[in-house]
């Protein structure tokens, strides 16, 4: 699939057939994730596979947790409506835990490591692309406590659990998201 | 081109040929940003596009100014070789600016609002990829303080200078470099 293509076309998914996905097409949209950029070419991510229903049901009960606590914290009361029963039901989770021991000199900054993380960041937005040239539906997925998510997972606690990426055929018509025009977003100097 | 090409032809170019890059083509790269998922589609990016060879000079003496205290913080002897010298001669540069305040509920949790951070990562991944599709070289430029950035941006202080994106023709061979395979990287649940 042509890269623009993929770019323009690719949007977040929320309803997946239970079909299964092949080993061999998740394992190259794993391999796409691996050629992104990262600071000092660190390849701060690894990746974890869930296909488990018991670890899925684990899932959708952190994303539950999550979604009580935010409306709580947010008055945002359009949370109550979200439905994260698809974790359930998406035929493959990836879990994307990235390492901030490999980040780049803002180790030394205030803030903190950050590079780690988009570099991770790239690497979930060429996994997205990836699977959308491969047929499938995607979803970037943040809605879980970090420390929490690493426990279900079995992750070491120095690593961070950025994000979890749902992959399976879509199942009914994809939303259309606009975005707004470039140009409004954009100053020259 | 093919998106599997892109993703993997792919490199940091550090040096450019002084050809000045089409507007058209720059806006194009934009708009690939533009594509990229944010939380709760906040579309928190914008972009500040450096033509100015003052405001690169400016770009370049920040850049070693970062360069100096690093080396004294982290004592990486390695950084002393390091030449930021194509931030005066790369054609254009792309500043990504996030919005913290465009964030999703990660903005309630105790690290802060980290998807801004992400959205715009994915964006900067999307514009490096175009780039590339379009025949340019790039760079995913970090070694800056934020804070420093932005007064030379002229960026209000609410907002964060996340990324600069060198964007030119190579001048010289792209230079390869390797991956750890992604099985190493993979676990299965």
Redesign the interface.
């Known amino acids: 699939?042509?890269?623009?293509e993929?770019?323009?076309e690719?949007r977040?998914c929320r309803a997946y057939s239970p079909d299964p996905v092949d080993e061999d097409v998740v394992?190259k949209i794993?391999?796409?994730?691996?050629?992104?950029?990262s600071?000092l070419?660190t390849?701060p991510?690894?990746?974890?596979?869930?296909?488990?229903a018991e670890?899925k049901e684990k899932i959708f009960r952190e994303a539950e947790r999550?979604k009580g606590w935010?409306l709580e914290?947010?008055g945002?009361n359009w949370?109550e409506k979200y439905k994260a029963d698809f974790l359930k039901s998406v035929p493959v989770i990836v879990a994307v835990v990235g390492d901030p021991r490999k980040s780049?000199?803002?180790?030394?900054?205030e803030?903190g490591p950050?590079?780690y993380?988009?570099?991770c960041?790239?690497a979930?937005?060429?996994m997205?692309?990836?699977a959308h040239?491969l047929g499938l539906g995607s979803l970037?997925f943040?809605?879980f406590?970090?420390a929490n998510m690493g426990e279900i997972?079995?992750v070491e606690p120095e690593k961070q659990v950025?994000?979890l990426v749902c992959l399976g055929k879509p199942a009914g018509d994809q939303v259309d998201?606009p975005?707004?025009s470039?140009?409004k977003?954009?100053?020259?100097?």
């Not at 991510?45 to 488990?52: K, R």
């Not at 780049?104 to 900054?109: H, K, T």
């Not at 977003?185 to 100097?189: I, S």
């Open positions: 699939m042509d890269l623009f993929a770019v323009k690719r977040s394992l794993l391999e796409a994730g691996t050629w992104a950029p600071p070419n390849q991510w690894e990746f974890v596979v869930v296909t488990s670890v999550c935010a914290k947010s945002w949370l780049g000199v803002d180790s030394f900054m803030g950050r590079g993380e988009h570099g960041a790239a979930v937005q060429n997205l692309l990836a040239a970037w943040t809605f406590d970090r997972l079995g950025l994000a998201i975005r707004k470039v140009q977003k954009t100053r020259y100097l």
